[in-house]
């Protein structure tokens, strides 16, 4: 779990510190830096398991690694001029019942492209969020000392200005390191979301042995393959989630075509079928979201962007209901970004008595970069219109999605 992520220097985030209970909704305008949240956690995440930073600063990230370096007045062109640029990022991050602080310093040389550590820093924390004994990583002068669990008084030495970080590094795994393999276990899990429903998400896939639909939503027809083989009450939640947000839909079938050993989604509408070539975007994104929310072999951190794309407005209680049962029912972590004042809404509403799991912020951007500011019911509340949000919910729909949990549908 992420509990709070303090940003200097990536991006639009200059220098931003927020908390992450476990739902976080990031509400703000166009380019006010909600999906460089996103991106600067996921950025922690692969800096701590990709084999080198390189891999870390890769396509998964928008832009080129040296964009991902907060801009001066000059923007890239004064990174160019600049003989070297840095970010950090810090975190606490729960792992197995632990709260851990991790720190990367990563630095960037503009002329040759070369990412290395600058500085990184590992600490199991105690209860009250200080330091418990001395750190498992840090710096000392231009060397990390690693310290392993026996022997903390002579710990391993290792030069800064590697390209890659010491987290990463799988040497460094067993009893002796536990602390460093439960925070990079941790970041393994988290799982950030970009889905395509134009490409990706209608490509035709062979069967493959996938626990999750991929990053861009590509492994989708796999994924509800084996979903239906090994776990077919889930298979069968997510068709029956699929039709409550979408009622035309009939059902979901996942076929093999023999000839070409490929699988493709078929969606029944109205009595015909579909492939996922001519399935609507809106269709395939909160299939998606349901195969995500279903999804038994994942618990970690679950990140995506702007949940209402491709939804009924009418609709868009069910899809707040499904995240907020995902999180606060579930314990799996969600943050997302949003344009819509009526899904905050609805999420403040559902989750009124656990207002101290969910966090709703503002997000903004001033001339300093981007800045967050938790926003209350009331506030939430005034900018909402509940003449339309009334007049959008029928009664019909209401208590729909919790009469499916009270029932079990989405149980196992
Ligand atoms: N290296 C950078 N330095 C400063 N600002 C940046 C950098 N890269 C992107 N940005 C800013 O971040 C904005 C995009 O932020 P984003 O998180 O995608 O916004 P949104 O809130 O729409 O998700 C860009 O329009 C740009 O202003
Ligand atoms: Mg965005």
Not at 32 to 59: M, P, V, W
Not at 110 to 127: F, H, I, N, Q, S
Not at 231 to 236: D, G, Q, T, V
Request: hydrophobic letters at 40%; charged letters at 30%.
């Amino acid at each position: 779990m992420l509990r709070r992520l303090h940003a200097k220097g990536f991006k639009s985030l200059v220098d931003l510190e927020i908390e992450f209970p476990l739902l976080t909704v990031l509400f703000g305008p166009n380019a006010s830096g909600k999906s460089n949240i996103i991106e600067a956690a996921q950025t922690i995440s692969r800096c701590g398991t990709a084999r080198t930073l390189s891999d870390a600063f890769d396509q998964s990230i928008r832009g080129y690694p040296l964009e991902a370096f907060s801009f001066g007045p000059d923007g890239l062109a004064g990174h160019l001029r600049r003989g070297a640029v840095e970010m950090e990022l810090d975190a606490v991050v729960g792992a197995q019942g632990d709260d851990y602080r991790y720190r990367v310093c990563v630095q960037a040389e503009p002329g040759t492209g070369d990412l290395a550590t600058k500085d990184e820093y590992l600490a199991r924390l105690t209860r009250q969020g200080d330091p418990w004994g001395r750190p498992v990583i840090e710096r000392v002068e231009n060397r990390l000392r690693i310290r392993r669990k026996s022997k903390p008084a002579h710990p391993r030495e290792e030069p800064t200005g590697g390209n890659h970080t010491m987290l990463s590094d799988l040497r460094l795994a067993g009893p002796e390191y536990a602390a460093i393999e439960r925070c990079r276990r941790e970041f393994e899990e988290w799982r950030v979301y970009y889905l395509d429903p134009r490409v990706a998400m209608r490509a035709a896939r062979p069967p493959a042995g996938v626990r999750d639909i991929g990053a861009l939503g590509e492994d989708i027809a796999p994924f509800l393959h084996r979903l239906r083989s090994d776990e077919p009450k889930r298979y069968a939640a997510v068709s029956r989630t699929l039709r409550s947000i979408i009622p035309s839909v009939d059902a979901v079938n996942v076929d093999l075509d023999e000839r070409r050993a490929t699988l493709d989604i078929q969606i029944i509408q109205d009595g015909c079928s579909y492939s996922s070539r001519v399935i609507s975007e809106g269709t395939l994104r909160v299939l998606a979201l349901c195969s995500i929310c279903t999804n038994p072999w994942a618990s970690g951190l679950v990140a995506f962007e702007e949940p209402e794309n491709g939804v009924h407005p009418r609709r868009l209680e069910l899809i707040a209901q499904m995240l907020v049962s995902l999180s606060l029912s579930q314990g799996r972590q969600v943050i997302v970004t949003t344009h819509s004042p009526l899904f905050c809404d609805a999420v403040l509403r559902l989750t009124r008595d656990r207002r101290e799991a969910v966090g709703l912020y503002a997000v903004r951007r001033d001339r300093e970069g981007t800045k967050v500011t938790p926003f209350a019911e009331e506030l939430g509340t005034l900018f909402v219109d509940t003449g339309l949000a009334d007049g959008l919910t029928s009664p019909a729909e209401d208590g729909l999605f919790q009469e499916m949990l009270l029932r079990g549908w989405l149980d196992e």
